[in-house]
């Protein structure tokens, strides 16, 4: 049991509440009137501002940074939850700044994921049974359903609301204040109420390396598939017959294919 008041270890505060069951990692930082709850796993090196709350069944990865009043490892919000054991599982150097609220997931998964090195803004809320990948920028006030997926490096404007069950791809780049209803494909921006693509995330690829050709290649599928005149299972089957089979081409057609919300165009 790690006793807090005039024994807590240098770095957490004194007034600072930690359940017993809680297990925390060296070199932890804790500011004033934290409490961490039942279950909880912290590891080295993870800074919270003061005021935060981690409720239970929650384990937070190394080097994190958790700002002042963030809640994480609340029930979820779904009138179906009855009390079942469930988790929220947070990367290494993953920074989550002021009054972010992370649920835990229900039954139907068991489990809300976010990945390593994520920025998650003031004010956004990561609702049960998501999962964020990693290198995911989730600017401020986003609110997200339930069971909604985002692949890596993908990046979302501050205010945007994203429905249950939407998948938004790798390398995505959703606009501020959208009303994400649809699925969002790999390596495209959009935006907007209703949303509407607009093209490649054509600086976003190119800042993280992306090859000319294989640029080039994604270009020529957005075109087939968002721009021209054939239904998505035509225009699928052309893109397969025809383009570079780029991993990256791979990941944009087979993320259509299996939409089961439809995909943004």
Known sequence: MLETGVNAPSGIHQTASIDP???LGEHVSMGPYCVIGPRVVIADGVTLGSH???EQDTTIGRDCRIGTGAVLGGDPQDLKYAGQHTELRVGDRTQIREFVTLNRGTAAHGYTEV????LIMAYAHVAHDCIIGNHVVIANAVNMG???EIGDWAGLGGMSAIHQFVRIGVHAFVGGTSAVRKDV???VKASGNPMKLYGLNSIGLQRR????DVRQELRRAYRLLFQGKLNVHDALARARAELQPYPEVQELLEFCARSDRGVTI
């Open 209 to 212: 390396g992306f090859p000319y």
């Open 52 to 54: 935060v709350v981690i």
């Open 185 to 187: 494909p790999p390596y």
């Open 115 to 118: 990945g390593n090195d994520c």
């Open 146 to 148: 339930g069971h909604v």
């Open 21 to 23: 069951t809680a297990e």
